[in-house]
């Protein structure tokens, strides 16, 4: 069974998130370090006299040095996360055709920067996802192959079909361990 695409980041969003990778984030990152300035603020007691006697046009300069940071650190990952994406496009893999070909030895992949064949017994892990199959040879890598890449459902549903079957016939026994003597 052969079949030919082009990879598109929302592929490659889905392969992440199928595969649970876990990149910087923004959301986990940012509440943190605001509960951190948070504490400073509160503990700090130059501020407190100062918002004390003079009110907020007095502290406004002191609590500008504590947001600073917070939002330079947001801003770095956001630029982090554009940029990723922007490099990601200009990869082999993103520039041409994808051709994944299927057949009794394994699931190869031709594109324009090579071929990779992962054989059968190498295989660590079939996904399918409502828009994807991801074949992995490792726990956070494998190939891609879009369900849109078939002609018609009927198709996608027959690779998936064979992708299954194939694997689980090449899974090697494992013989039971003997309790200790």
Not at 44 to 49: G, I, K, T, V
């Amino acid at each position: 069974m052969e079949t030919t695409f082009r990879l598109d980041l929302d592929d490659w969003n889905a392969f992440l998130k199928a595969v649970k990778a876990r990149g910087a984030q923004i959301w986990i990152v940012a509440p943190m370090l605001f509960i951190v300035m948070a504490l400073q603020i509160a503990s700090d007691r130059r501020l407190r006299l100062r918002f004390q006697f003079g009110g907020i046009e007095a502290v406004w300069p002191h609590l500008a040095s504590y947001l600073l940071p917070l939002v330079l650190v947001s801003v770095f990952f956001v630029a982090i996360s554009y940029f990723q994406k922007h490099q990601l496009k200009k990869q082999p893999m993103f520039a041409g055709p994808i051709t994944i070909k299927a057949d009794d030895e394994g699931v190869s992949g031709t594109s324009i920067s090579g071929r990779d064949t992962f054989f059968w017994p190498a295989i660590h892990k079939i996904i399918e996802t409502d828009a994807h199959f991801f074949v992995l040879n490792a726990p956070q890598a494998g190939l891609i192959v879009p369900k849109r890449a078939f002609a018609s459902g009927e198709e996608a549903a027959r690779f998936g079909a064979f992708l299954n079957d194939k694997w689980a016939s090449h899974q090697p026994e494992v013989a039971p361990i003997a309790p200790p003597q």
